[in-house]
């Protein structure tokens, strides 16, 4: 005879079939939960890592930052050094132009002619004096115009007055004094001429 099975074999593999799927599920599940944790944990770590490169970095860019303001302090240190320099320069190179414009005043003054104030303000001179006539005020411009040190005579003020029986002319004047490079360049520009 044969066999016959009378038990429900349907619903037995559709039951069997559902727990597979369940396995099959939930091991997806998790899985997947799995996978997510290793990427944020993975992610997390690429987070820490850029912020110690961050912070490494701004550390760097500190310690750059105070060299750069010592380079700022040692820049200004330098520029106040060379302008002090120049100064000094300055003041060597114009020490024998003092000399020479003293000896130029005595030189050029004409007789009858006398100063009462001289003042100097960088190049620019002026002259207060008295003179016996105008005529000796002019006399003393032809000669500060001719003079190797001087030029540039401007005669601002000039007033007679009577002192007794004699007229006294009182002027004010103002010239400039030359430098060295403006007598180089005339010494050169004379040399050119005569070729």
Known sequence: MAHINLLPW???LRKQKQREFGIIAGGSVVLAGLI?????FHVDGLIDNQNQRNAYLESEIAILDKRIGRIKELEAMKQNLLARMNVIQ????SRPESVHLLDELVRTLPEGVHLKKFTQKVKALTMTGMAESNARVSDYMRK???SEWLTGPRLNVI???ESGRR???????????KTRKQLDEEVAAAGEVKK
């Open 36 to 40: 997510v944790l290793l990427a944020h």
């Open 10 to 12: 349907r619903e037995e």
């Open 90 to 93: 300055e003041l060597q190179g």
């Open 159 to 161: 007033k007679t007055t």
């Open 167 to 177: 007229r006294i002319a009182n002027f004010t004047l103002r010239g400039k004094q």
């Open 144 to 146: 500060i115009d001719a």
